[in-house]
């Protein structure tokens, strides 16, 4: 499972990320149901000490992208704020 696909998607440089189009494309991104059951069952592995040093590559990938997108979106969403603000 590639960890970044989302992030791949979101920073695509055929499509601008700033613009009103690309900020609402990103806000309305939708997580993807298999990874997050993927980064779920992971997680509870690490909880639990039994992943293995693929698995836990794998879920530091996944939590990594995770956030990285979440300030993604986080930013887009501050910037159509202030484009209806001005």
């Known amino acids: 499972m590639n960890a970044f696909a989302e992030l791949e998607q979101a920073l695509d440089p055929s499509l601008p990320l700033f613009t009103e189009e690309g900020a609402r494309r990103l806000v309305s991104m939708s997580p993807n149901p298999e990874r ?6 992971l997680a509870e592995r690490s909880d639990e000490d039994s992943l293995t040093a693929l698995e836990r590559g794998e879920y530091e990938s996944l939590v990594y992208s995770a956030k990285l997108l979440s300030i993604l979106r986080l ?12």
């Open 36 to 41: 997050i059951a993927r980064m779920e069952w």
């Open 75 to 86: 930013k887009a969403e501050a910037f159509l704020a202030s484009n209806k603000a001005a």
